[in-house]
């Protein structure tokens, strides 16, 4: 099998990372070669932009209000969360960037390296975004009662659908 399809052993705290990740939608790739191409495909159809870029940004505001709800967030907390809500819209805003200017060339029109090198500015974006979540959510988590952590806890250990996050 080559090296790059190997599955890899990840330690509890690097998948933890992955389902924060997940979870918050610090960026809303999954895998980002795949995504670029869905994203080309998607700027060929007849879907508006600006429709795209509106149904996003409700996704993003739905987990915003999702994820507030999950972590049971206080009045007194409500500074804390709203700087992890606004990195959770510049994560989104910098990633909606990005693809749009990778829609400028068609995935069957790129060579291998321009689509490895797409895939390597989606992730510099996604660890951008995940280091730029991580700061304000550490700010908000230090502020959480003992039980609030514990629920934090367990809504980071699952992803959005309610199944347990995946562990090495």
């Known amino acids: 099998m080559p090296y790059f399809t190997q599955t890899l052993a990840a330690p509890a705290p690097f998948a933890r990372s992955v389902a924060i990740a997940a979870?918050?939608?610090?960026?809303?790739?999954?895998?980002?070669?795949?995504?670029?191409r869905a994203l080309a495909q998607a700027a060929t159809t007849e879907t508006p932009v600006a429709a795209t870029a509106q149904t996003k940004g409700e996704t993003v505001e739905q987990r915003i209000a999702e994820l507030?709800?999950?972590?049971?967030?206080?009045?007194?907390?409500e500074t804390q969360w709203n700087a992890v809500a606004q990195a959770m819209r510049e994560n989104a805003a910098a990633m909606d960037t990005l693809i749009a200017a990778?829609?400028?060339?068609?995935?069957?029109?790129?060579?291998?390296?321009?689509?490895?090198?797409?895939?390597?500015?989606?992730?510099?974006?996604?660890?951008?975004?995940?280091?730029?979540?991580?700061?304000?959510?550490?700010?908000?988590?230090?502020?959480?009662t003992d039980a609030q952590?514990?629920?934090?806890d367990v809504?980071?250990?699952?992803?959005?659908?309610?199944?347990?996050?995946?562990?090495?």
Do not use: C, W
């Not at 390296?113 to 700061?135: C, I, P, R, W």
């Open 149 to 152: 952590k514990k629920n934090a």
């Open 23 to 36: 979870l918050l939608g610090a960026t809303m790739l999954a895998t980002p070669l795949t995504a670029t």
């Open 155 to 168: 809504v980071f250990r699952t992803t959005g659908n309610g199944t347990p996050a995946a562990r090495s």
């Open 68 to 77: 507030h709800t999950s972590l049971k967030i206080t009045s007194n907390e």
């Open 102 to 144: 990778n829609r400028t060339t068609a995935p069957q029109n790129m060579t291998a390296l321009e689509d490895m090198e797409t895939y390597q500015k989606f992730a510099e974006a996604h660890v951008a975004g995940l280091k730029n979540l991580s700061s304000a959510f550490s700010t908000l988590y230090d502020a959480m």
